[in-house]
């Protein structure tokens, strides 16, 4: 049985090359007849049987030449690779495979539905599958030979940068799958040409040039580029076109994209751009406003780099700049106008001819001091009418005024607010040192934070009154020439303190009850003006103790100051003389104080001549 096995080995080779060796009957042959011998013969005649038995011995140089002769002529199918076979029969289902081995291997044909026309002879590549099946039989593979030998040629593809062919089967998500060699790649939108790509589908069951260009051979995947090749020649393409062009040149072209910041413009074979400031003289807020895509149109060449190959390119250019169209005859004072085009913090820009723009700075807008947001003022697309301040033909620059269309508040200021009138005011904003009130539109006036109580003690503004609030004020200074007003709230009351100096005269004498326990002695409240200090040794009582928070008693006033708004008050003045006679004194020195305060301007004139004479040497 052995014997038979061998035999059938043997003769499922005979399409091997073998090459003379030595290996026959030791004792029917000599030795130079074995070598010429066909092998083919001798692989038939040899009895396996007997040499496994040890019957025919064979010598070593023999067996040598033997095993040399199999390993050049048989397949070693112990490496899984791919190799070379020979179809050498069909059947209804398989192909049998001839690769040089002991036995032939057998491909199911489904694995050669790509290829209808597969007949006997036809060299296909294989991958040895199975060595030797249940049945001894040798499995072959031309499927996995395939993808084998197609991630070779897409890594050569990839590291030589080749020209590979590539089916595209359909559209996906970014962009298209294609076949290459038999693998799936991805081909990403942006890479299926330099132009945008409106309809994917179209590209759908073409057959395309492709290169690799990235391939992931952990999971397997390729990247593919159509834009890739083309690049290279539009490269060449753009550095030949942009060597003959000329700043100044017009030439013709064809919107390709449009963004919002310029239009791309294909000049056949290079592109250009048109910035968005280029393409209108005047301001707009979209190039689609100007052009649409596939639009012919001429342009105009501002500048080119040869090294980055970028064009930039001009469409307002071809046109007559507006400046050099408007009206000769519009001079500074005239009036215009106009639309509102652009708004910013400091201003509004009016477009008063087509490109032509003027500005109206948001100090020219009113008469107020008070600078607020254009915004405040105007808004964009607004039609409105200026007066021209500034007109400098030649810089193109125009800047334009509204306030000036009405009268200036201040050309009768003095006869609609006279020094001590009154008036009704709103409260525009504060400073450490006072309020703004706005008396209308472009009078403003500032009361002093001196000014705004008699009573009460301000440390900033916004502790007596609020932006918006309406102020009953009075006119204090008027300074025309300097535009300033100088307004009062106070002196719109009574100055209750006129009647506190006779209320509370030094030498009079109050019932309080001690408010405050301070440094150096305590305060005491006669009302919600008057806040008296009583130093710490006009505290004492008669008894000797000194007077408690919240204690009632009487107090003698040893000191009022109105200007200052300064009261010191004695409870110990009561009961003492020695203090009694400091009440006194306090006495005579505000009379006299009075009497000096109440001397007239007269009385300071004769004084005042009477010094000069002096001086002059007269009596």
């Not at 069909?90 to 690769?99: E, P």
Request: negative net charge.
């Amino acid at each position: 049985m052995a014997e038979e096995n061998k035999n059938q080995e043997v003769q499922s080779s005979e399409n091997a090359e073998i090459q003379p060796v030595a290996g026959m009957d030791a004792q029917s042959q000599p030795e130079a007849e074995v070598q010429q011998q066909d092998p083919e013969q001798f692989l038939k005649e040899f009895n396996w049987h007997n040499y496994e038995e040890g019957i025919d011995p064979i010598d070593d140089q023999k067996l040598e030449e033997f095993e040399k002769l199999v390993a050049e002529n048989f397949v070693d199918t112990l490496h899984d690779e791919v190799v070379t076979g020979k179809v050498i029969n069909l059947t209804d289902r398989d192909a049998i495979i001839d690769i040089n081995a002991k036995s032939e291997g057998v491909i199911s044909l489904n694995e050669f539905r790509y290829n209808p026309d597969l007949k006997v002879g036809d060299e296909v590549e294989v991958l040895i599958d199975v060595r030797e099946d249940a049945t001894g039989q040798l499995i072959l593979s031309h499927r996995k030979a395939r993808v084998i030998k197609a991630w070779d040629r897409v890594n050569k593809a990839h590291d030589e940068s080749l020209i590979v062919n590539g089916y595209v089967k359909c559209r996906t998500k970014g962009g298209m799958i294609v076949d290459v060699f038999g693998i799936e790649a991805f081909l990403p939108g942006s890479q299926i040409d330099v132009k945008p790509i409106r309809d994917y589908d179209a590209y759908v069951g073409k057959t395309m040039e492709f290169k690799v260009v990235k391939i992931n051979h952990e999971f397997k995947n390729v990247v593919v580029s159509h834009k890739a090749l083309i690049e290279a020649d539009i490269e060449e393409q753009k550095k030949e076109i942009i060597g003959q062009l000329e700043k100044g040149q017009v030439l013709e072209g064809t919107v390709k994209n449009i963004t919002s910041y310029g239009v791309f413009v294909d000049l056949g074979g290079v592109d250009g751009l048109i910035h968005i400031t280029d393409l209108s003289w005047s301001r707009i807020n979209h190039p689609n406003e100007i052009v649409e895509l596939d639009q012919k149109l001429n342009v105009v060449i501002l500048d080119f780099d040869e090294a980055k190959t970028r064009i930039q390119l001009g469409l307002k250019q071809l046109s007559k700049h507006p400046w050099e169209a408007l009206d000769e005859n519009l001079k500074v004072g005239d009036k215009v106008k106009g639309k509102v085009v652009v708004i910013a913090d400091y201003g509004a820009f009016i477009e008063v001819a087509e490109g032509v723009e003027g500005l109206i700075h948001v100090s020219e807008m009113s008469w107020s001091t008070h600078l607020r947001s254009a915004q405040d003022f105007v808004n964009v697309g607004d039609e409105v009418e200026a007066q021209i301040l500034t007109l400098d033909r030649e810089d193109r620059k125009m800047s334009l005024g509204i306030k000036q269309l009405t009268p200036d508040p201040w050309t009768d200021i003095t006869s609609k607010y006279p020094v001590g009138s009154r008036h009704t005011g709103i409260v525009r904003n504060f400073t450490n040192f006072g309020v703004f009130v706005e008396l209308e539109e472009g009078i403003d006036g500032l009361i002093y934070i001196s000014d705004l109580s008699w009573t009460k003690k301000i440390k900033h503004p916004s502790e007596f009154t609020n932006v918006g609030d309406k102020l009953e004020v009075v006119v204090l200074e008027l300074d025309v020439e300097g535009r300033k007003l100088s307004l009062g709230h106070k002196q719109t009351e009574s100055n209750p303190w006129d009647k506190y100096e006779t209320e509370f005269a030094v030498g009079t004498t109050h019932t309080a009850a001690i408010t405050e326990i301070v440094d150096k002695g305590a305060t005491i409240d006669f009302n919600e003006d008057i806040t008296a200090f009583v130093p710490q040794r006009h505290l004492e009582k008669e008894d000797g103790s000194k007077l408690k928070q919240g204690e009632s008693a009487e107090f003698q006033i040893i000191e009022f100051n109105k200007e200052f708004k300064r009261v010191v008050a004695s409870h110990t003045a009561i009961h003492k003389e020695e203090e009694q006679q400091i009440v006194k004194q306090a006495q005579k020195k505000a009379a006299a104080q009075q009497a000096q305060n109440n001397t007239t301007i007269g009385d300071v004139n004769a004084e005042l001549q009477a010094l000069k004479d002096k001086m002059e040497g007269k009596s």
